[in-house]
């Protein structure tokens, strides 16, 4: 339970806002170039926007619900993480960010069998052409398990300085925001975007897991 207001506002309201202003803030960076896809029809526009408002439907009616339930936890995984060293902070970067990638891809690889791809994925692979606002685009389900809680709980597990948390939060609203931009740039790899048009491949983020499971396509 909590304590006092300022717990509430500092290990629930405040990562939300911050993941909520850094997925919108790229949203934007990314516009430049979604806008080849919005513009090249009435439909393309019409489905940009339900992107958006999808993606703020999600975030508002349940990811401000999932911080605030997990804010207890998150405030014992920073508070217990408050004298780590400098090389202790990158290994614990390293190991809850693998995690939460073998987390995703085995939620994702279990959203794509028969029942559950009908019942609850098919509704992000409604894009396959992907503009940056649909990585939030998603049923309630898949968003609470695959967006949340596959990072939520290694990070409650292991814990971070509250600093690093945030620049976490940050880099992983650029990771998935730009793994759905439909063009190539040069630091980014791109292989969500094949995710979108052949299925069943590329089921992580970085292609290692995916060439471990032999679900790469290249």
């Known amino acids: ?14 990562p939300f806002c911050v993941h909520f202003t850094s997925y919108w803030f ?3 960076l990314f516009y430049s170039i979604d806008k080849k896809f919005i513009y090249n029809s009435d439909n393309n526009q019409k489905k940009y926007f339900n992107a958006i408002k999808k993606s703020l439907s999600n975030q508002i009616l349940y990811g401000i619900p999932i911080i605030l ?3 207890p936890y998150i405030e014992f995984a ?3 993480s408050i004298n780590d060293t400098f090389m202790s902070s990158i290994l614990k970067i390293i190991v809850i960010s693998n995690l939460s990638n073998i987390l995703f891809y085995i939620i994702h690889r279990l959203l794509h069998t028969k029942y559950l791809y009908k019942l609850i994925h ?3 692979h409604e894009y396959i052409i992907t503009v940056s606002p649909c990585a ?12 949340n809680l596959v990072f939520l709980i290694p990070y409650c597990l292991i814990g971070t300085k509250l600093n690093i948390g945030l620049f976490m939060i940050i880099f992983s609203s650029f990771m998935t925001t730009s793994a759905h931009i439909n063009q190539k740039l040069l630091f980014i790899d791109n292989s969500h975007l094949y995710h979108h048009k052949k299925i069943n491949y590329n089921f992580g983020f970085g292609r290692f897991i995916d060439k471990f499971f032999l679900t790469n396509y290249n």
Do not use: D, Q, R, W
């Not at 939030?136 to 967006?147: K, S």
């Open 1 to 14: 339970m909590f304590t006092t207001s300022s717990s509430i506002f500092l290990y629930g309201l405040m």
């Open 136 to 147: 939030l685009y998603a049923h309630p389900i898949e968003y609470i398990i695959a967006n």
């Open 78 to 80: 920073i508070k217990k």
């Open 122 to 124: 098919k509704v992000h």
């Open 69 to 71: 339930l997990s804010a």
């Open 26 to 28: 790229f949203v934007g």
